[in-house]
C-alpha cells in the first residue's frame, strides 16, 4: 500500500532561517524508504494555528498520514501536542507509549517527550521529536501499525 503522506517541520528557528531544517528530509527519506509518497512538506513556527493550519492544509492535499517533527518537548514554546489534540477526534495513545517506552532504551531523557498520535478527519498524524535521528527512530518503532491504521481509516477493504 502506497501512503500518501505529509511531513511538517516545528521550528522557531528554522523557520526563521536561523538554522537548516533537517528533520524534514529525514522524514522524507524514512517515508521513502518505506515505499510512501511525500504530497507536501511545511515549515511551521512553534505556533498552535499554524501548526493547525499546516495539518489541515495537508490533509485537504490528501494526506492520509501527516509526521510532524519538533514541538513535542517540555520546552515552554513547544505546543504541538496541544494544538493537535485540539483537531483531533481520537487520540491512538499506543503510540506515544512505544515511542517512549523504546527510545527509554536509548536515553532516559526519552521520558520528557510527549510525542502522540491522533486521527484528524480521517488521517493519522503522529507528532515525532525534533530530533531528526529521534524522530526517525520513532517513526521506527511504530512503521509496523501504520498502514493497518490508514486502511480503516479511509475504509480500504481489508484481505482479513
Not at 505556533?47 to 490528501?62: L, N, S, T, V
Not at 510532524?68 to 491512538?92: F, Q
Request: hydrophobic content about 40%; some cysteine.
Amino acid at each position: 500500500m502506497q501512503i500518501q503522506v505529509g511531513i511538517i517541520t516545528i521550528s522557531d528557528r528554522a523557520s526563521r532561517g536561523q538554522y537548516d531544517d533537517l528533520g524534514g528530509p529525514a522524514l522524507r527519506k524514512a517515508a521513502q524508504t518505506n515505499g510512501w509518497k511525500v504530497l507536501v512538506e511545511n515549515l511551521v513556527p512553534d505556533d498552535k494555528r499554524d501548526i493547525q493550519r499546516a495539518i489541515r492544509e495537508q490533509i485537504a492535499k490528501g494526506c492520509e498520514l501527516v509526521l510532524t517533527t519538533g514541538g513535542t518537548g517540555v520546552a515552554l514554546r513547544d505546543v504541538t501536542p496541544e494544538a493537535v489534540h485540539e483537531i483531533a477526534i481520537r487520540e491512538l495513545p499506543g503510540f506515544g507509549e512505544v515511542m517512549r517506552s523504546e527510545s527509554m532504551k536509548i536515553t532516559k531523557n526519552a521520558i520528557l517527550s510527549r510525542n502522540l498520535a491522533v486521527v484528524v478527519e480521517k488521517s493519522l498524524v503522529i507528532c515525532l521529536p525534533g530530533k531528526p535521528s529521534g524522530a526517525v527512530e520513532c517513526l521506527g518503532f511504530v512503521v509496523g501499525a501504520i498502514p493497518h491504521c490508514i486502511e480503516v481509516l479511509q475504509e480500504v477493504p481489508t484481505s482479513c
